[in-house]
């Protein structure tokens, strides 16, 4: 614990030290000369691709990108709100749904008929057998013979 306490001291001393050490030592900046033209030619447009490019470049793009973003933002809250209005495509598509819904609907209230009974699977199985002897009576089995019908 007291060695602690010593070493904390010490950084202590070494801090407000190098502190007054910073104090009194004050840099001496040379000023800079200029010519009277100005910068070169080179020099300028060399500082201008540096620092202008960069910032012009970020400017731009920042306004793009929160445009984009406040634009997408509103289409949003416009479409959960309904007010927006369809495209063209989703219009017809709408059009043919409706279409083919009507058309169901009256097929279905004029031909069902629930009071129909459903044949049981021997019953099935006779009708079948009944319409295959009528397809195979042997004046039709020797008409597909000859000519080449199966």
Same mark, same amino acid.
């Given at each position: 614990m007291m060695m602690q306490m010593q070493m904390a001291s010490n950084r202590v001393?070494?801090?407000?030290?190098? !502190?007054?050490?910073?104090?009194?030592?004050?840099?001496?900046?040379?000023?800079?000369?200029? $010519?009277? &033209?100005?910068? =070169? +030619?080179?020099?300028?447009?060399?500082?201008?691709?540096? !620092?202008?490019?960069?910032?012009?470049?970020?400017?731009?793009?920042?306004?793009?990108?929160? $445009?984009? &973003?406040?634009? =997408? +933002?509103?289409?949003?809250?416009d479409a959960f709100q309904g007010?927006?209005?369809?495209?063209?495509?989703?219009?017809?598509?709408?059009?043919?749904?409706?279409?083919?819904?009507?058309k169901l609907n009256h097929m279905m209230k004029e031909e069902f008929d629930n009071t129909k009974r459903i044949e049981r699977p021997e019953e099935v199985l006779a009708r079948r057998r009944k319409e295959r002897e009528s397809r195979n009576v042997w004046y039709r089995r020797i008409w597909r013979n000859v000519t080449g019908q199966q």
């Open positions: 001393v070494r801090f407000s030290r190098n !502190a007054m050490m910073s104090r009194s030592r004050k840099m001496y900046v040379a000023p800079r000369h200029f $010519s009277a &033209g100005g910068k =070169g +030619k080179d020099e300028g447009s060399m500082y201008l691709v540096q !620092a202008g490019l960069p910032m012009f470049l970020f400017c731009g793009l920042g306004v793009w990108v929160v $445009s984009n &973003g406040i634009d =997408g +933002k509103n289409r949003e809250r007010r927006i209005s369809k495209s063209e495509r989703q219009a017809v598509m709408d059009k043919e749904h409706d279409d083919m819904m009507d």
